[in-house]
């Protein structure tokens, strides 16, 4: 039996069921007979024991003292900085998602504000508004065409 071996020994501070305690039980039964629902085999008890007993030494304490633990000490902390690491990077993913969220609102209001405005600049803009608003300086649309004026460079010279 090695040490790993020893960790795994049945606590004996666990009692075992009286046979007494049960009358109805008959007492000449054999023992490893499953006749009665309430007994567990033997190999359920001992493992039900083993992980009693495992859970015994985490909770204690027991299990930081021991070599193996120390041989493993450098890849727990690996893990635990792995497990650090995917927190982090899934409230930076968190904080991320809010930003874009927020910035997508943000762009939703300005496009409507762009909208808005662009409508409103195009209605002030118009040549019906513009005389309206210019009649009180008695400034009037004209009712001439307009006409394109051409300016020759060559014309305008004083030739050597």
Do not use: C, W
Request: aromatic content about 8%; hydrophobic content about 30%.
């Amino acid at each position: 039996m090695n040490k790993d071996d020893e960790d795994f020994i049945i606590d004996e501070t666990i009692p075992e069921p009286d046979p007494m305690d049960n009358p109805n039980e008959n007492v000449d039964a054999d023992p490893s007979s499953e006749a009665s629902p309430d007994k567990e085999p033997k190999e359920k008890r001992s493992k039900l024991g083993i992980a009693l007993n495992n859970i015994y030494h985490f909770i204690s304490g027991d299990f930081l003292t021991k070599e193996g633990f120390a041989k493993q000490f450098p890849f727990i902390l690996y893990i635990v900085f792995l497990l650090m690491l995917l927190v982090a990077s899934s409230y930076h993913v968190e904080n991320v998602h809010s930003q874009i969220r927020s910035l997508t609102k943000q762009i939703e209001e300005y496009h409507t504000q762009h909208i808005y405005l662009k409508a409103a600049i195009t209605k002030e803009t118009k040549q019906s508004t513009l005389v309206e608003k210019l009649k009180y300086r008695e400034i009037k649309e004209s009712t001439q065409p307009m006409k394109k004026i051409e300016i020759n460079k060559n014309e305008g010279e004083d030739k050597p």
